[in-house]
């Protein structure tokens, strides 16, 4: 009888809490670059926690399970599909991605059902980061046509390997994202989005060298980006 009682109660309480559920799926929006004020990379609770975490690889293997569907078990991602490569990124790069996107300051609609604190706890988030550090860069990520070369890498390192590393190793301590091994499609759009206010977390910095960039310089700095590689250890 008592197990009768609480099996209604669960099934009732299911119907109960479903709209709640299919609401806080619904991303929220926290002020980006488009506000006036707006301070990059601003101090952020769910952040701090996660950083504060002793992460553990082998539990953020078990707990990235929900990501591979869409970054795919080898943390290579889908070039069609401008998922990102996300093996070899930074600890940081991963945590403050994650935190932009729950808090709403980094849209992704696609991801955030899958992000949320209700999914992944911020100590399982720096789990994760910390397995998918260690798996080794592929190689076989998607690349541009290859027919401004020249020109992107005269730009790269001009304007981007101050921060982004000649190699494109990025910079762990500054939340500068590796960008080799990374799919052109996703840098491509990355790049364009920010240089328009759409990656609403992005670096002002950043947004600053890239105003004055064509479609088509970003297209060859993205191309020169993809083919980036860490020289062997
Ligand atoms: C439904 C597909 C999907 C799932 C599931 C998903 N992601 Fe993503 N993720 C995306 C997309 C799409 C983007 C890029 C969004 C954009 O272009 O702004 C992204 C971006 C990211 C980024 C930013 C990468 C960067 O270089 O800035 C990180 C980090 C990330 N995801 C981690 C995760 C983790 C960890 C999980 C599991 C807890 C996860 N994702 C689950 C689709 C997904
Ligand atoms: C002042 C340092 C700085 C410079 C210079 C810079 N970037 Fe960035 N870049 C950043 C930071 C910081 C981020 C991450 C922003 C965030 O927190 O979301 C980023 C992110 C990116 C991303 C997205 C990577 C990802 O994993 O999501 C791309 C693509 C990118 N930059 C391209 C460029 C290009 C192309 C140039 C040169 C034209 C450039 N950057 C110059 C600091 C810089």
């Not at 009682?5 to 309480?13: E, F, K, Q, S, V």
């Not at 004020?37 to 601003?42: E, I, K, L, P, V």
């Not at 591979?68 to 069609?80: E, F, I, R, T, V």
Request: with cysteine; charged share 25%; aromatic share 8%.
């Amino acid at each position: 009888m008592k197990l009768k009682l609480t099996l209604i109660a669960l099934t009732l309480g299911a119907f109960v809490t479903l709209p709640a559920a299919a609401d806080f799926q619904q991303q929220p929006r926290a002020a980006g670059i488009e506000t006036y004020g707006y301070t990059w990379n601003s101090p952020d609770q769910d952040m701090n926690r996660a950083l504060a975490h002793k992460a553990n690889a082998r539990e953020g293997e078990a707990a990235y399970k929900v990501c591979k569907g869409c970054h795919k078990p080898d943390g290579s991602g889908l070039a069609d599909a401008e998922y990102p490569q996300l093996a070899g990124q930074h600890v940081s790069v991963i945590i403050k991605q994650m935190m932009d996107t729950r808090a709403g300051r980094r849209d992704n609609p696609r991801m955030y059902p899958f992000a949320g604190e209700w999914i992944v706890s911020a100590e399982e988030i720096a789990d994760i980061a910390a397995y998918l550090n260690q798996l080794p860069i592929p190689s076989s990520n998607g690349k541009g046509d290859g027919a401004n070369l020249a020109l992107g890498k005269r730009l790269y390192t001009k304007d981007c390997a101050s921060c982004h590393g000649e190699h494109g190793e990025g910079d762990a301590r500054k939340y500068y994202p590796l960008v080799a091994g990374q799919h052109y499609s996703y840098l491509k759009r990355e790049s364009r989005e920010s240089r328009d206010q759409g990656r609403r977390n992005a670096s002002p910095e950043m947004v600053k060298v890239l105003k004055p960039y064509s479609d088509s310089e970003i297209d060859a700095v993205s191309d020169y980006m993809s083919r980036l590689k860490l020289p062997k250890k």
